[in-house]
């Protein structure tokens, strides 16, 4: 009895104390089981074997002296790496369990079997190291995992198979990078029941963003089938961001990303008596829907808060859906080593001055630059030909990839999500990537020269060419206090989440048209018509880009609402100023199925834009969805902290028509908390402000097209530039009258525009105004903070 319990230990009775004995991995495991099993974190059943048992077998085998002389002729470099590995690896292949081992690991199986009702149950045998996980040695996956093994015979020779990855050349060259003593690591066996995930879905999670450490979103991937495309990168999968402050309110979806992955291919079983999967094309439909529904991204989110909370710090998880009970499972759950080290008091900045063309785009990993020539490489075998500091491109990597990726200067892969091996892999390297590109390997060729630019949030762009970049260290430990308040101009929401750590006062202005631009690219009322629509190319793209939405004006609403939020969630609770939209119609009609709608105007920049369309029926369903957007947002979502401005209004007359459009709407000002602002852009808004502070909570000015007004200045034009002030006497007097009116009215007024960090005396007028806010560029906001302190001291 006392061999099997050195030999065996079950997951209820482990620990994360238990690494030294079982691994990480299982510690990790059993502590879940233990401690979150009340607390609805369910992982399937198993048990482990002990670094003891692994020692046993090394002695029993006599395979301790082989494994130091192979270690020192390879120091001598006497031998290569891979003739290393590959000596001790099949010497304990052909290693024999020691009986009582054998004995121990076949009985617990026997029993795992029948705690489940069957007999010979498929189980997952995955590997633990007693050095894996831990905080300084994050590199998880440098041993194997087996999955489908069903039977006694497959089961030990699985065991036995992941003894010998403790030796592969990665994690040989894994432990040398880290410095672990080869004689002092050992691994534990994980042997858990399989999730019928093969008909079901799986993935990663991480309890924090893992390109911004952004800490109060969980980001999941998710793929259908096994788990392992998604860990290898062999697939684009779905992803999925909550927004954890909200989730303990059940009324609420706050779900503030959903992007839908291509998933090529799925892992399944590939023979009834177990112990092989393979990859088979996915179905049209299952590449056109998502994995998971906002229920089950919702519990996920709830269960990786849990376990985090648990845990006490960020973690990295992995996840399985099985697909006959439709049961979430936790498979997996470690420390998460990147973002939660990371230097907090200080950021970077890049800032590309002049590119080339954009060749490809794929999902950003690492907010650098990185310009170079390419080096190509398809497959393993030819990692040899690696340049060092050559940008690698490849279709995915995997552990024996590392070796050459910590040589490269950047990584771009075809396959592969922000949770794939290549994307954690060079976060800890510090590498700026670009995943999930598709066609890298087809379009890019050797010792070409291009720029990897990770700068711009969630889209990673290739550019042709090597461009000049700036790199700008901002230092955030001594950031003087001010009483004005400092706000953020934010448009793009892939890059909000870089500038969590601002300690600004909210977001005085986020463009609603920049999101529509960038995420929907449709245009409203092409949605909305989209069964009359005369371009048969132009409803086809549509159709492709909302394939996963019944109603076509679904698709605005919930990819305007998501983007928004993301912008929402950086400064939740604090307040968020959202600028409906403010395309010129000339800028609308860019948009995809934009020309059938827009009118051609020829000055539209006082043209038909703002508040004027809202109303019109050119253009009210399109602003109908963007108000049900908002609602969404506030109400569905959560971000109550969202505010609204009404861009380009020019009567109090027409702020009436616009605030019934937006009561008919679900939006009416003062319910459910709801504060509506108007942009102070046009002269009317300062001569009028009385008459607009009865309608509006506040203004915000927006000092080019106000300059632009005010001195009858084209802001775009190239002849009259250096006529354009916005210090001109006349401005200023526009600037200081809109706040002295509006606050004797009893309305707040901010500023949103770049003058104040260009210039330190006009942040010194407006504190002297008595403006309440300033909204500016992340870049510029350290600038503007120092400015307005001195100005107020």
Not at 644 to 670: H, Q
Request: charged letters at 25%.
């Amino acid at each position: 009895m006392q061999t099997e319990l050195k030999t065996v230990i079950w997951f209820e009775t482990l620990s994360r104390g238990d690494v030294a004995l079982v691994g990480g991995k299982n510690s990790s495991l059993g502590e879940m089981v233990q401690q979150l099993g009340a607390k609805g974190i369910q992982v399937p059943p198993g048990f482990a074997t002990t670094s003891d048992a692994f020692r046993e077998f090394i002695r029993a085998n006599e395979l301790n002296a082989l494994i130091a002389d192979t270690m020192e002729d390879l120091a001598a470099h006497k031998i290569t790496l891979q003739e290393a590995g590959s000596s001790i690896r099949t010497a304990i292949v052909k290693g024999d369990w020691p009986e009582a081992s054998r004995a121990a690991i076949v009985a617990a199986y026997h029993e795992l079997s029948e705690r489940s009702g069957h007999s010979d149950i498929p189980v997952a045998v995955r590997s633990s190291a007693t050095a894996e996980d831990l905080p300084d040695a994050s590199f998880a996956g440098q041993q194997e995992t087996f999955l489908n093994v069903r039977g006694e015979a497959a089961l030990l020779a699985a065991c036995s198979r992941c003894y010998a990855s403790l030796f592969t050349d990665r994690a040989i060259t894994y432990r040398q990078i880290q410095g672990f003593d080869h004689n002092q690591v050992a691994l534990s066996i994980g042997v858990q029941r399989m999730v019928r995930s093969d008909i079901g879905g799986s993935g990663v999670m991480f309890s924090i963003d893992t390109e911004t450490g952004f800490d109060k979103v969980v980001l999941i991937n998710a793929a259908w089938g096994l788990g392992e495309n998604v860990v290898q990168g062999a697939v684009n999968p779905d992803e999925y961001m909550v927004y954890k402050p909200l989730l303990n309110q059940p009324d609420l979806v706050p779900i503030v990303e959903k992007t839908l992955g291509a998933k090529e291919k799925k892992m399944i079983y590939a023979g009834r008596t177990g112990g092989d999967i393979k990859n088979v094309p996915t179905s049209r439909a299952e590449r056109a829907s998502f994995v998971l529904n906002d229920a089950e991204i919702l519990e996920l989110g709830r269960q990786a808060a849990t376990i985090e909370d648990h845990y006490g710090q960020p973690m990295d998880m992995e996840w399985a859906k099985d697909g006959e009970t439709g049961e979430l499972f936790i498979v997996q759950a470690r420390p998460e080593t990147v973002q939660s080290r990371a230097d907090t008091g200080a950021m970077k900045s890049y800032t590309i001055k002049e590119a080339g063309p954009v060749i490809l785009k794929g999902l950003s990993v690492g907010a650098a630059v990185a310009a170079g020539r390419i080096c190509l490489i398809e497959h393993a075998s030819d990692i040899d030909r690696f340049v060092d500091g050559a940008i690698l491109v490849t279709s995915t990597t995997d552990p024996d990839w590392v070796p050459i990726m910590k040589r490269a200067a950047a990584i771009i892969t075809d396959h592969g999500g922000r949770t794939s091996h290549a994307a954690i892999v060079s976060r800890e390297l510090g590498l700026p990537a670009i995943v999930g590109t598709g066609i890298a390997t087809h379009v890019l060729h050797d010792e070409q020269e291009v720029t990897v630019d990770c700068s711009g949030g969630d889209a990673g762009l290739i550019h042709a060419g090597i461009a000049e970049y700036e790199v700008e260290e901002l230092r955030l430990d001594h950031v003087p206090e001010t009483r004005t308040r400092i706000m953020l101009n934010l448009a793009n929401p892939s890059a909000a989440f870089r500038w969590w750590r601002l300690p600004s006062e909210g977001v005085g202005l986020a463009r609603m048209e920049f999101v529509v631009n960038s995420a929907v690219q449709v245009h409203p009322m092409a949605l909305v018509n989209y069964d009359t629509l005369p371009d048969d190319e132009v409803k086809a793209q549509i159709a492709e880009l909302t394939q996963a939405y019944d109603a076509k004006p679904e698709f605005f609403v919930e990819t305007l609402a998501r983007g928004l939020s993301r912008i929402c969630a950086v400064a939740y609770p604090k307040p968020v100023i959202i600028r409906m939209s403010d395309f010129k119609t000339n800028e609308y009609a860019e948009l995809l199925g934009g020309h059938a709608f827009e009118p051609k105007e020829e000055n539209p920049m006082i043209g038909f834009r703002g508040a004027s369309r809202y109303y019109s029926p050119r253009y009210r369903e399109g602003f109908a969805l963007e108000c049900r957007a908002i609602k969404m947002l506030r109400e569905t979502m959560g971000f109550d902290n969202a505010i609204v401005m009404i861009p380009f209004c020019r009567t109090p007359e027409e702020a009436d028509r616009v605030l019934e459009v937006m009561a008919e709407n679900g939006l009416a000002r003062g319910e459910n908390g709801l504060q509506v602002y108007v942009m102070g852009e046009i002269p009317s808004n300062v001569i009028r402000a009385d008459e607009f502070a009865e309608r509006f909570d506040g203004f915000s000015i927006g000092s080019n097209d106000l300059t632009q007004l005010t001195l009858g200045i084209d802001r775009d034009g190239e002849e009259l530039a250096d006529l354009f002030r916005e210090d001109d006497p006349a401005v200023i007097w526009m600037i200081k009258t809109l706040i002295e009116r509006a606050h004797a009215a009893g309305a707040k007024v901010g500023l949103c525009g770049q003058a104040p960090s260009n210039d330190p005396a006009f942040a010194r007028l407006l504190v002297e105004a008595g403006i309440d806010t300033i909204s500016v560029t992340p870049d510029s906001f350290l600038a503007v903070k120092t400015h307005v302190a001195d100005a107020e001291s």
